[in-house]
Structures are given as structure tokens and as C-alpha cells.
T-cell receptor
Framework: QQQVKQSPQSLIVQKGGISIINCAYE??????FPWYQQFPGKGPALLIA?????SEKKEGRFTISFNKSAKQFSLHIMDSQPGDSATYFC????????????FGRGTQLTVWP | ETGVTQTPRHLVMGMTNKKSLKCEQH?????MYWYKQSAKKPLELMFV???????ENNSVPSRFSPECPNSSHLFLHLHTLQPEDSALYLC?????????????????FGPGTRLTVL
């Protein structure tokens, strides 16, 4: 059973556009929701993360929107750039009781110049 | 060296070979992880070690044998693998397993070992 469901699988956006990736989870015990970015030949790296006590977190062009009642969260990339082209993974964790990340399947983002 | 390093970066082996993957973290962390990354699949957690002790084995076949001699080093010993074991094997580390001081533990990943089993 997949703990975190991510969509879309791939996304093509024009430079300057908004990229939106969505994730959903079932386990209400999750209390930490990070997004990881992975470039070819590299391991995933933490991009931005949110705890369920807030509905939005913004860092530069990257924003997480979190809907606790719907058990959904999404990543928005504003003013998308070709350098943002990478694979993005959402994840969920019960970090306060048991540190174990459950990852989504990933979204391959391509930003065309 | 900084962060999390993995060697080798690429490995091709036959089904009867025995090989080992090495991971080293230079971050002073106490927890280390092995993940398997296959095409179009979520990252699959394989093993978790905390203070050198294995805390999780995610139903991994016995042909994968982990070893954690200290908090900085993690090995994955491979023997009699199958072609479907071909994947990117990622090592990660974190300060601890659960939140530390109320803050989540970020996992830092290495670049991975691309394994091909012929």
C-alpha cells in the first residue's frame, strides 16, 4: 500500500510559468512533510518542508500548501526556470514518534526556455 | 570530503558475484539508511541503523546484507543478485530517527551507486 500518492508523473512548464505538484496521504499520524529535489546523477536533497500546524510555507520561489482536512499538500514553483528541471519527491514522516520517510513516486519536471 | 559519499558510483556484476557498496557520512550523524531507487517507483527504504544498531529491515531479501561498523560507515554486501535488483542504491544519514529538540531530522543523501546485474 502506497503511503503517499504523487501526481503528475511528469510535468512540462514554460519558463516563467507556475509548476504545481500534488501529493495525498492517508495516515493522520504523519507530522512532517518534506519535498526533495533530485538532479540526474545526484541524490535527493531537501528543498522545503512543512509541519501540519501551518497551511503554507514559502521559501523564495517555492511554496508548500497544506490542507490537513483533505490530507493533501502541494508544491508550487513560481517563475519556473530551466535550472528547476529535476525530479521532485514529496514525502511524509512520523518524525515525532518514528523517523521513517515515505516517498511519493516522483514528478519529473521539465522547464522549457 | 563533505556530506555523504558513496563508492563505487557505478557497478556491474554478474549474478554469481559478491560485491559491497560503501557509504560514509561526514556530518556527525547517528542514523544511516539504505534506499533502493528503481525507475518509476517510490524510493524504497531497505535498512535503518541508529547508533550502529539495525532498527529496521524492510523485508529485504537475504542476498542484501548490511553492515554498520560505526556511525560514520555503512556497507551493503551483495551476493547472488538477480537482474531485477538493478537500481540506484542510495545511502542517507540524519542526526537521529525522531525529532531532535522538536525539530525534524533532515535526511542527507549520497549520490548513489548505479548497480547493474547481468
Amino acid at each position: 500500500q502506497q503511503q503517499v500518492k504523487q501526481s503528475p508523473q511528469s510535468l512540462i512548464v514554460q519558463k516563467g510559468g507556475i509548476s504545481i505538484i500534488n501529493c495525498a496521504y492517508e495516515n493522520t499520524a504523519f507530522d512532517y512533510f518534506p519535498w526533495y529535489q533530485q538532479f540526474p546523477g545526484k541524490g535527493p536533497a531537501l528543498l522545503i518542508a512543512i509541519r501540519p500546524d501551518v497551511s503554507e510555507k514559502k521559501e523564495g520561489r517555492f511554496t508548500i500548501s497544506f490542507n490537513k482536512s483533505a490530507k493533501q499538500f502541494s508544491l508550487h514553483i513560481m517563475d519556473s526556470q530551466p535550472g528547476d528541471s529535476a525530479t521532485y519527491f514529496c514525502a511524509a514522516d512520523r518524525g515525532s514518534t518514528l523517523g521513517r520517510l515515505y516517498f511519493g513516486r516522483g514528478t519529473q519536471l521539465t522547464v522549457w526556455p | 570530503e563533505t556530506g555523504v559519499t558513496q563508492t563505487p558510483r557505478h557497478l556491474v556484476m554478474g549474478m554469481t558475484n559478491k560485491k559491497s557498496l560503501k557509504c560514509e557520512q561526514h556530518l556527525g550523524h547517528n542514523a544511516m539508511y539504505w534506499y533502493k531507487q528503481s525507475a518509476k517507483k517510490p524510493l524504497e527504504l531497505m535498512f535503518v541503523y541508529n547508533f550502529k544498531e539495525q532498527t529496521e529491515n524492510n523485508s529485504v531479501p537475504s542476498r542484501f546484507s548490511p553492515e554498520c561498523p560505526n556511525s560514520s560507515h555503512l556497507f551493503l554486501h551483495l551476493h547472488t543478485l538477480q537482474p531485477e535488483d538493478s537500481a540506484l542504491y542510495l545511502c542517507a544519514s540524519s542526526q537521529g530517527l525522531t525529532f531532535t529538540g522538536g525539530k525534524p531530522n533532515e535526511q542527507f543523501f549520497g549520490p548513489g551507486t548505479r548497480l547493474t546485474v547481468l
